[in-house]
């Protein structure tokens, strides 16, 4: 079945180090969108990208999505302690089902 | 406008009961999505809704399971009987596809099996 795949599963940073996940899908996806979930909180999207080689910043976050729209990756600037959290990527997979998938997650620890 | 809403936000309920967990979509999103997530893992797919429809129900884990969205509006999902590997955390989501595809996840429901 379909599957994203995120590496790591987990990243220590000091805070002000910078952190990037990658994200990568086994076919061509249409888009992909990314989540943060807050420890005991909800996945909150963040972004969406669309367009192959699309890069997109938000303050210290930058995200893109790769030539082939097969991988993206979400890169953060100078970590702080309020970035702590899990980074989902997610995929739409059409056809019939428009069925949204979620990575397997990257859990950032910051220490200040 | 409300968010996704469910209820309970907490439930514990011994092996071999039935729990029914509800939820709330946005008003207008047709589109309804159950996931668990267990032990700070994965956040796994359950079913998708459109309307009152199943459109996927591939990630049911077995027929314990029981989902439905009478009408289109709120859905329930509901285990009977519950077995302690049922236990998570058990998102909606609702989207509306005609403005974007941004998913708007509720609060969820803790599930434990004692």
């Known amino acids: 079945g379909q599957q994203v795949m995120q590496i790591p599963q987990y990243q220590h940073v000091q805070e002000g180090e910078d952190f990037t996940t990658y994200c990568n899908s086994s076919t061509t996806l249409s888009n992909i969108q990314w989540y943060k979930q807050r420890p005991g909180g909800h996945p909150v999207f963040l972004i969406q990208?669309?367009?192959?080689?699309e890069v997109k910043k938000q303050k210290r976050l930058t995200f893109q999505f790769g030539e082939a729209k097969k991988n993206s990756s979400l890169h953060i600037t100078a970590t702080q302690t309020t970035d702590v959290g899990t980074y989902f990527c997610?995929?739409?997979?059409?056809?019939?089902?428009?069925?949204?998938?979620f990575g397997t997650g990257t859990l950032l620890a910051v220490q200040p | 406008e409300a968010g996704v809403t469910q209820f309970p936000s907490h439930s514990v309920i011994e092996k071999g009961q039935t729990v029914t967990l509800r939820c709330d979509p946005i008003s207008g999103h047709d589109n309804l999505y159950w996931y668990r997530r267990v032990m700070g893992k994965e956040i796994k797919f359950l079913l998708h809704f459109v309307k009152e429809s199943k459109q996927d129900e591939s990630g049911m884990p077995n027929n314990r399971f029981l989902a439905e969205r009478t009408g289109g509006t709120y859905s329930t999902l509901k285990v009977q009987p519950a077995e302690l590997e049922d236990s998570g955390v058990y998102f909606c989501a609702s989207i509306r596809y005609s403005l974007n595809t941004e998913a708007f996840f509720g609060q969820g429901t803790r599930l434990t099996v004692v």
């Open positions: 997610a995929a739409i997979y059409g056809g019939a089902t428009n069925k949204l998938i």
């Open positions: 990208l669309v367009k192959s080689g």
